[in-house]
């Protein structure tokens, strides 16, 4: 009997370099739309992604998806003054 066992590491899926190419221009796009929250929502920290995988998963990010789908894009308060209505 074997007190020890290894389990082997899960490999990553490899990311491709489109994917993550996608992830950053979408982020530039929720910015110039006036989304402030982008940045505050992708780390604790507001830190930005630093590994193509966190850039690859950024557009389809579930409080990103909802904070669209409730506001149909960035919230309004979000907006800076010259773009309110």
Do not use: C, N
């Amino acid at each position: 009997m074997k007190l020890f066992t290894r389990k082997p590491k899960p490999t990553p899926t490899p990311v491709s370099a489109q994917d993550a190419i996608v992830g950053m221009a979408t982020f530039v796009a929720d910015r110039t739309a006036g989304d402030f929250l982008a940045v505050e929502m992708l780390g604790p920290l507001g830190e930005l992604p630093f590994t193509a995988e966190q850039w690859a998963a950024y557009p389809t990010d579930p409080e990103r998806l909802a904070r669209i789908a409730h506001f149909g894009g960035p919230s309004p308060l979000d907006l800076p003054d010259e773009v309110r209505p």
